[in-house]
């Protein structure tokens, strides 16, 4: 039987169960075209405009394997330690859905090019947590069903449903991990940490943008309770389609809470899929789950076997990039940071544009602070990401060549930066449209300068009388005066000379 009940506390739960996780993430791959057919993978077409026979299953039509999609696999294999199958084959997995024209799906089922790998994620205090990875297969996607008529754009309470087949075909990597077991109350934070760290390999390897938002990749959360001291596992719920890595926590800690909740009251797990929901960081049930056997797999028999050479597998392990965490790790010595300002860094998906700005002539120290500051402001005000922002590493690069050479001080360049973002041109466009540069003319500062101790006697008396500190009032008077674009440094300088004071 099934007990509905509240859930308890994340410490309660923890302290009767340990959970063991499962994660299950789909990759969609950036092919130009589809897994087994040359239509076009482009997204914002019209739709069902982007289909053919092959892909749309028609009878007689026949596959053929996308040789970029299978280098893609093997890349991702490599990058995760994983040995590569010297053959293997696909399958057909049978299983009837409207957005799935054939009613099969081709997959792969017992044998998959990558398996038996891991990958080592760093948690935010530091600690690192390994992974193991059961297996990495290719796959191809199914087609978007479009629910009309209702007020959630669920099926429930839909008129109508609408199919677009564009998506239907588009090459996929299931990355599947072995039991994640240990992580006892970090197991939220180690599964976000793992998705996250998967996001950047991806991305690095160039064989997708992985951009959650846009469903390019999304991970199954596969969640299980055993009490302690237990070898057993317990029954595992699925929660499909997470879709962004705040969520990927969520879910396994709410699932982790219910499943708490259900064991204490006396009721059994139900295997099955669940919806996550933004709105509530809850899950709803969706439909119970099938095992392997339901599927009906059997070897596609319109495919050969796929049986990459020795030598080319060891050429793409040759030409792997370096891996994401070790490079930060590489780039927090050179940059003489700690790791909670790389984790920082991260979080914020800059180290591709500061590592840019850096090669574009900024040090360090400068780049890190634009991109982490007023771009990152900025990018989050619009609800853009970084590399979104209309403003390019060698610009930035630019203005900070100009702060240093003294023709901008640090508020003149964020309304430099400003313009650009703007797209009134390069930083120097906007400098000389907006009239921007530092007053540099020693006389027009010593005027100012001047005029605002005539201005401010009573302050000019206490500076002269010690109190030094007071000279804030009479930089920020002649800072006024010339709109900002004095050199804050050399006017305090030419105050204090002029009123005999030492610094």
């Not at 994620?121 to 990875?133: A, Y």
């Not at 050429?315 to 909670?340: D, F, K, M, V, Y």
């Not at 964020?414 to 530092?438: A, M, S, Y």
Request: proline fraction near 4%.
């Amino acid at each position: 039987m099934t007990v509905t009940t509240d859930l308890v506390s994340y410490e309660d739960a923890l302290a009767s169960y340990d959970p063991v996780m499962g994660l299950e993430v789909h990759v969609e791959l950036g092919t130009k075209t589809k897994m087994f057919c040359g239509c076009s993978t482009e997204l914002g077409a019209e739709p069902n405009s982007q289909t053919c026979p092959t892909c749309l299953g028609m009878p007689g039509a026949l596959p053929a394997v996308n040789a970029i999609g299978v280098e893609s696999a093997i890349k991702i294999g490599l990058a995760l330690h994983c040995e590569i199958a010297e053959w293997c084959r696909f399958a057909r997995k049978n299983y009837f859905y409207p957005d799935m024209p054939k009613n099969f799906q081709t997959s792969q089922y017992d044998e998959p090019i990558a398996f038996n790998g891991y990958l080592d994620v760093q948690l935010e205090d530091g600690e690192v947590f390994r992974v193991e990875i059961e297996r990495a297969h290719m796959e191809e996607d199914t087609g978007k069903s479009l629910h009309v008529g209702g007020a959630t754009g669920r099926i429930h309470g839909a008129s109508h449903s609408l199919l677009d087949y564009n998506r239907a075909g588009i090459p996929l990597i299931e990355i599947v991990t072995k039991p994640i077991e240990g992580a006892g109350e970090r197991a939220p934070e180690v599964a976000k940490a793992y998705v996250a760290e998967l996001r950047e390999l991806i991305k690095a390897l160039g064989v997708s943008e992985a951009r959650m938002e846009q469903g390019q990749m999304r991970c199954d959360v596969n969640l299980s309770l055993r009490p302690h001291g237990r070898e057993k596992f317990g029954t595992r719920s699925e929660t499909k389609n997470v879709n962004s890595l705040r969520s990927v926590e969520r879910a396994a800690r709410f699932e982790i809470q219910r499943h708490a909740a259900v064991l204490n009251s006396g009721g059994t797990i139900i295997q099955e899929t669940r919806h996550f929901h933004e709105d509530t960081g809850s899950t709803t049930s969706g439909r119970v789950k099938e095992e392997a056997e339901d599927y009906r797999y059997f070897p596609e028999p319109d495919l050969v076997p796929v049986a990459p050479s020795r030598e080319w597998v060891e050429e793409l392990r040759a030409g792997l990039p370096e891996q994401p965490l070790a490079r930060r790790n590489r780039l927090r010595e050179e940059w003489s940071i700690t790791a909670h300002d790389m984790q920082s860094i991260l979080n914020a998906g800059a180290i591709d544009s500061i590592v840019a700005t850096i090669a574009a002539g900024a040090d360090a120290a400068s780049a890190r602070k634009w991109w982490m500051g007023e771009l990152a402001r900025t990018a989050n005000e619009s609800g853009v990401s970084l590399d979104a922002l209309d403003i390019t590493p060698e610009q930035v690069a630019r203005v900070t060549a100009l702060v240093n050479e003294g023709s901008l001080n640090d508020k003149l360049a964020r309304q430099v930066i400003e313009g650009v973002l703007k797209g009134e041109g390069t930083p120097d466009e906007v400098v000389e449209k907006r009239g921007l540069k530092v007053v540099s003319d020693e006389g027009a500062l010593t005027t100012a300068v001047e005029e605002a101790i005539a201005g401010n006697a009573a302050i000019a008396d206490k500076i002269r009388g010690g109190k030094v500190a007071a000279v804030g009032a009479l930089v920020g008077a002649v800072m006024k005066a010339t709109r900002g674009q004095a050199d804050a440094a050399r006017v305090k300088e030419l105050i204090l000379e002029k009123l005999g004071v030492e610094g």
